[in-house]
């Protein structure tokens, strides 16, 4: 896949998508204009430009995601990694945001300083390392009416650990916000989100749908 000629900069605007916790707007915008999320244990530093979103949208990944580890943050149970390299979909979420934005939320991700991130140099489909971090493998993916599309994922191996169940403030998160865009009924929903590996060993589809 051809790499783009022209660097972003920071004002141009990027699709950040989202398949964990930051589907919940609430959550995200904390990213962007500094401050606790509801449940959050720690304050976010929020980004060098604190303007909202300009606009967020359903999305589905065209790989599964899969919920490994062992998450103190949220009380225990996995969190979600994309695999990126697995056959499936996930529902997910995509904000209208900055290019400079977005390398400050992927720096909070695993509290580095921020960087400016090469997107335009990354093919597509390929995780491109940013760091050390959980979520330091910077995705991009195709983009929508000409803008790109990017997201992060583990650059290691954690998505080959055995699978274990979110607990329910994440997965609650992540349904919530799912809800918050998505078109299909919660039944629906909550059926595609018990479709991603550690899920099932933990939830239903009913009790999925009921944390909303």
């Known amino acids: 896949m051809p790499r783009d000629v022209t660097p972003l900069t920071d004002n141009d605007p990027i699709w950040y998508a989202s398949y964990g916790s930051n589907c919940l707007a609430a959550r995200f915008i904390v990213y962007l204009t500094g401050g606790r999320a509801p449940g959050a244990a720690r304050d976010e530093r929020g980004a060098r430009d604190r303007t909202e979103p300009a606009a967020s949208a359903a999305h589905w990944f065209s790989t599964p995601s899969r919920f490994v580890g062992d998450s103190a943050k949220w009380g225990g149970g996995g969190v979600a990694f994309l695999d990126h390299n697995g056959n ?6 995509r904000y209208l945001i900055t290019k400079g934005q977005f390398d400050d939320v992927a720096a909070q991700e695993s509290r580095r300083p921020t960087t400016s991130l090469p997107i335009h140099e990354l093919p597509i489909g390929t995780v491109h390392p ?8 910077l995705l991009r993916l195709p983009a929508v009416d000409g803008v790109p599309v990017v997201t992060f994922t583990s650059p290691h191996a954690e998505i080959t650990l055995p699978p274990n169940p979110p607990s329910a403030a994440y997965l609650g998160a992540i349904i919530r916000g799912l809800a918050e ?3 299909l009924a919660i039944e629906d929903l909550a059926g595609a989100v018990f479709d991603s ?3 099932s060993l933990g939830w239903t589809v009913e ?5 909303v």
Not at 88 to 93: H, I, K
Not at 130 to 137: H, K, L, P, T
Not at 207 to 211: D, G, M, Q
Request: negative net charge.
């Open 88 to 93: 499936g979909s996930t529902p997910g979420r």
């Open 207 to 211: 009790e999925i749908a009921a944390l």
């Open 197 to 199: 590996p550690g899920i």
């Open 130 to 137: 940013i760091g050390s971090g959980f979520y330091d493998g």
């Open 181 to 183: 865009v998505h078109p």
